[in-house]
């Protein structure tokens, strides 16, 4: 693939992507979009003070390690021309509400998040604003604080959620696509997001509450005696939500299928619960939980599972036991 990282200079205004979330994904945009194109934007906004440039070891796909300095937006000087947003679901909203008064009406704002439910909550408080969401199989993480490594090749599709979003979409993937990576266009990005939701779904919560990677979760009792169960309340839930229809045993084929291709991975949800961060389960299975009930639907495995996995975050770490049903 070309390395296309160095062609484009400037960062005044003409392709300037900012980035609000300094996680892994954040952190692998800022390193793969050409230099001098990408700012962070610090969490509070204060005109009056100079934020200081993020700096880490960067590990590209190849394995080579290079250094990496991205500067932090300065509100003053620099205007945006797209935001890409990589915060964690929960803080989405809040994080936005700080920095958008900053950012003119018309720039495109590109969701990143896991899950479900934290990106219409963006396009119902700003309609209208061109609102995008974005879904990614792209892996980056960071095995310690000062290094981010691009562990997986993925694909990234890209869709407006607003009325003002939909034109704009072609100019956010070319601005994209300066990174060398593989980005879409796609006008049915709700899809898309459910697709990665099933995925999620079936995989993060029992990782957490086994406190295991994901190919383990794979003859673990509590995965094997509730999965079908799990894939029939997503597919009743996608109906009502008037989503084409997917079959139960096709979902859990690709969740089977995922868990074994990402075998040695630590998810999202497990790495979170390890680090005793909060966890997305609220837009994953909570969220099936909440559509369920809003069809007056239960939903008992996807309640279960979100209730084990936050007692996993509120209590101190402990082994789980490995029953199904017990909460
Ligand atoms: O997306 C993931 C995550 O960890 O959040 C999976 C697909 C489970 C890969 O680890």
């Given at each position: ?44 906004h ?81 309609p209208?604003?061109?609102i ?8 980056a ?19 407006g ?27 049915e ?19 957490a ?46 969740i ?72």
């Amino acid at each position: 693939m070309a390395d296309n990282r160095h062609h484009v200079q400037n960062g005044n205004g003409n392709g300037l992507t900012a980035i609000l979330g300094a996680g892994s994904l954040g952190r692998l945009w800022a390193a793969l979009l050409p230099t001098g194109t990408t700012a962070f934007i610090p969490r509070q906004h204060d005109p009056e003070e100079n934020k200081p440039d993020v700096t880490y070891r960067f590990q590209g796909r190849h394995g080579r390690q290079y250094p990496v300095t991205i500067p932090s937006l300065d509100w003053t000087t620099q205007h945006p021309d797209a935001l890409i947003v990589t915060t964690k679901a929960g803080d989405t909203l809040s994080a936005l509400e700080a920095i958008l008064p900053n950012l003119k009406p018309t720039v495109p704002v590109v969701l990143f998040q896991n899950g479900m439910g934290s990106q219409q909550a963006v396009a119902e408080r700003w309609p209208d604003r061109p609102i995008m969401a974005a879904s990614t199989t792209e892996g980056a993480n960071r095995p310690d604080n000062n290094t981010t490594v691009h562990a997986g090749q993925g694909e990234t599709w890209v869709g407006g959620l607003t009325h003002s979003a939909s034109p704009l979409v072609t100019n956010v993937v070319n601005q994209l696509e300066a990174s060398g990576l593989v980005i879409h266009e796609e006008p049915e990005i709700l899809k898309r997001l459910w697709s990665k939701l099933i995925i999620n779904a079936g995989i993060n919560p029992y990782t957490a509450i086994l406190d295991c990677t994901n190919g383990d979760i794979l003859d673990a009792p509590l995965f094997r005696d509730t999965i079908r169960q799990l894939c029939l309340e997503l597919a009743e839930v996608m109906h009502l939500e008037g989503l084409p229809p997917r079959s139960p045993d096709d979902m859990q084929s690709q969740i089977e299928a995922v868990a074994r291709n990402t075998a040695k991975n630590t998810s999202s949800m497990c790495s979170d619960v390890r680090r005793g961060k909060p966890t997305e389960i609220d837009y994953i299975n909570g969220y099936i939980v909440s559509r369920a009930r809003a069809h007056n639907l239960p939903a008992p495995v996807n309640q279960m599972l979100t209730k084990r996995v936050k007692l996993r975050t509120t209590k101190p770490h402990e082994p789980q036991s490995d029953t199904p049903g017990a909460i």
